[in-house]
T-cell receptor, first 116, second 117 residues
Framework: GAGVSQSPRYKVTKRGQDVALRCDPI?????LYWYRQALGQGPEFLTYFNYEAQQDKSGLPNDRFSAERPEGSISTLTIQRTEQRDSAMYRC??????????????FGPGTRLTVL | AQTVTQSQPEMSVQEAETVTLSCTYDTSESNYYLFWYKQPPSRQMILVIRQEAYKQQNATENRFSVNFQKAAKSFSLKISDSQLGDTAMYFC??????????????FGKGTKLSVKP
């Protein structure tokens, strides 16, 4: 079946604007994760959901970042009042089970966010 | 705190030869998994191989195999018969099911592998 999809693939915005990044996980996958990846670095955890419940948001850098998954499928990561330091690749992943980090996570293509 | 260290920022190998990428990790948990992901120039993240910590047998996937040394907390990736398509950034990752970081993967900084013709 289809893999994890993310939209938009590229987003350029001006400092101070709000952005919403969308993730559509593999059908039937229980868990959904958001990561942020700076150039030349490995992905860093932001938050994750089991079904519609946000299980861990300890990686969100500050209260300008929020995420939701209201129906246990598609998720949206919202960044309010964007700053230049928010520029990065934002990756979504999903896994079949609610097994935390021990279940294989399948990644989407990412959204490259550039804040001018 | 859990950490993953990849000490080789860049490596190169001739086509058809074998290369080994290093990874060490630190965790006090007993229930964990280890992963290698590949990120080609397209910047997709592709799972290469996974290893369950409770299994003694090293995982193998075609030309990719791991050398898992649990006591030494080492998890190296061996690529045999290297192909040009193996050129990519390789990330080692640790996944936990318990403790303070339940759910997420902890990634190393990556090793950039270049396969030369």
């Amino acid at each position: 079946g289809a893999g994890v999809s993310q939209s938009p693939r590229y987003k350029v915005t001006k400092r101070g604007q709000d952005v919403a990044l969308r993730c559509d996980p593999i059908s039937g996958h229980v868990s959904l994760y958001w990561y942020r990846q700076a150039l030349g670095q490995g992905p860093e955890f932001l938050t994750y959901f089991n079904y519609e419940a946000q299980q861990d948001k300890s990686g969100l850098p500050n209260d300008r970042f929020s995420a939701e998954r209201p129906e246990g499928s598609i998720s949206t990561l919202t960044i309010q009042r964007t700053e230049q330091r928010d520029s990065a690749m934002y990756r979504c992943a999903s896994s079949l089970l609610a097994g935390g980090g021990t279940d294989t996570q399948y990644f989407g293509p990412g959204t490259r966010l550039t804040v001018l | 705190a859990q950490t993953v260290t990849q000490s080789q920022p860049e490596m190169s190998v001739q086509e058809a030869e074998t290369v080994t990428l290093s990874c060490t990790y630190d965790t006090s948990e007993s229930n964990y998994y280890l992963f290698w992901y590949k990120q080609p120039p397209s910047r997709q993240m592709i799972l290469v191989i996974r290893q369950e910590a409770y299994k003694q047998q090293n995982a193998t996937e075609n030309r990719f195999s791991v050398n898992f040394q649990k006591a030494a907390k080492s998890f190296s990736l061996k690529i045999s018969d290297s192909q040009l398509g193996d050129t990519a950034m390789y990330f080692c990752a640790l996944g936990l099911n318990y403790g303070g970081s339940q759910g997420n993967l902890i990634f190393g900084k990556g090793t950039k592998l270049s396969v030369k013709p």
